[in-house]
């Protein structure tokens, strides 16, 4: 199955920038956007609930303007991420928001994305949704979503322990649907690794923290241009989800990184942001192992520019070598 026909048209690299909670912002969607790959951001990085639409209306104005004035550009569409999780309390009100300003792709996570999927639906929006094995792709594809992305060993942030090539093949086997793949993906290369394997795009979130536009501290940016594979925890403390942190932000924490506690699940939430859950996130530091690859901290522009070139010359390297 080909990719829809907003995605095939509009963009300049095969790639969604991922949601990156509290650093995610419209300055570094519109910038991603701009120069050719999908922008994201949760919904819960506008705060408070009444943000949201000020941040669609900035968004969609904006790159409207732009593609109007640049008709020759690839101008890539825009996407909002909602936690269905139960304990998100904003969900109800901020799917009507993006019903309101017609999101063109909503990025669902923590649980089957029944509603997301309805809200989309009621004015011919997309539905990504974030799996990490085959049940829960299963489950995703029940609810009617319109693409899988595949959250891989590696990646930053809630991610799983799979391989990407034995979950991409495992899952193309009964499904031949959009996969988005994420897992230490930070160079041009690593996209056309992740379209070799089955995969129709990359999902790129560390390398888009460490950018002028990303709303994170300074010391999170450096620690990122500092660190290798090695730095990165993966571990369930944090919201009872499983994820990977900077190892230097647990340390600066107080916690001992390599005896950390498993947390009880049934007593974490998701939702809306109390003040516990803004502080993990504030205090520590998610990251994938791709952090090795990350030297610089530049406009978010530039990193795009950059990725296209490697993508170019890695394509070039392998005609070649006439594996193409």
Known sequence: MSLPKILQDNLRLPVIGSPLFIISNPDLVIAQCKAGIVGSFPALNARPAEQLEVWLERITTELAEYKAANPDKKVAPFAVNQIVHHTNDRLEHDLERCVKYKVPI???????????VAAARSYGGLVFHDVINVRHAERALEAGVDGLILVCAGA??????????????EIRQFYDGPIVLAGAITKGEHILAAQAMGA??????????????ANAPQEYKQTILEASAKDIVYTNLFT?????????SIVKAGLDPDNLPTADKSKMTFGSGGSSRSKVWRDIWGAGQGVGNIHDILPAAEVIDRLALEYQQAVERLQAKRFF
């Open 106 to 116: 909503m990025i669902t996570s923590l649980r089957a994305p029944d509603e997301a």
């Open 156 to 169: 930053g942030g809630h991610a799983g322990t799979y391989s990407p090539f034995a979950l991409v093949s």
């Open 200 to 213: 129709d795009l990359a999902y790129i979130g560390t390398r888009f923290i460490a950018t002028a536009e």
């Open 240 to 248: 009872g989800v499983h994820g990977n942190y900077l190892r230097q």
